[in-house]
């Protein structure tokens, strides 16, 4: 059977009448990210591990039920922006969240400023510590 080129075409981009996990992932690393060129090369595995959400937190690893919860041990879901920006037992390595405006600068911030590029480190460092013990319990 031959089929015609209407009958293989793609689905227009506007084809989900719903929002999904994805397409609210894709918004969210768009702001930090607006587009992909060889001058954002990203070097760090760290700064990965924020933009993409796939490292040591609860919230990556309960999806592949390697934790029980996504919950970190503060009662937060324990996801990136908590660790860097909010959670108590990573206070030391905080960094300021950025505006909306500013978000875009922020991957080049981070990793142009030692001290800022440490923070990040050390607070994923703490976010691994913390799975480690959540999945001995």
């Known amino acids: 059977m031959t089929r015609t080129t209407s009958e293989l075409a793609l689905p227009s981009p506007n084809f989900r009448t719903t929002p999904t996990y994805e397409t609210a992932f894709e918004n969210w690393i768009r702001?930090?990210?607006?587009?992909?060129?060889?001058?954002?090369l990203i070097k760090s595995k760290y700064l990965i591990y924020f933009l993409t959400g796939d490292g040591p937190f609860p919230c990556y690893l309960s999806s592949f039920k390697i934790l029980s919860s996504a919950l970190c041990e503060c009662g937060?879901?324990?996801?990136?922006?908590?660790?860097?920006?909010?959670?108590?037992?990573?206070?030391?390595?905080?960094?300021?969240?950025?505006?909306?405006?500013?978000?875009?600068?922020?991957?080049?911030?981070?990793m142009s400023t030692a001290a800022n590029h440490e923070k990040l480190v050390n607070c994923f460092k703490v976010s691994r510590a913390i799975c480690d013990r959540l999945s001995r319990m």
């Not at 702001?31 to 954002?40: E, R």
């Open 31 to 40: 702001g930090f990210v607006p587009s992909v060129d060889t001058k954002t």
């Open 76 to 110: 937060s879901l324990g996801d990136p922006d908590h660790y860097l920006f909010d959670c108590l037992m990573t206070r030391d390595h905080h960094l300021k969240k950025p505006s909306c405006e500013a978000k875009s600068l922020w991957p080049k911030n981070v």
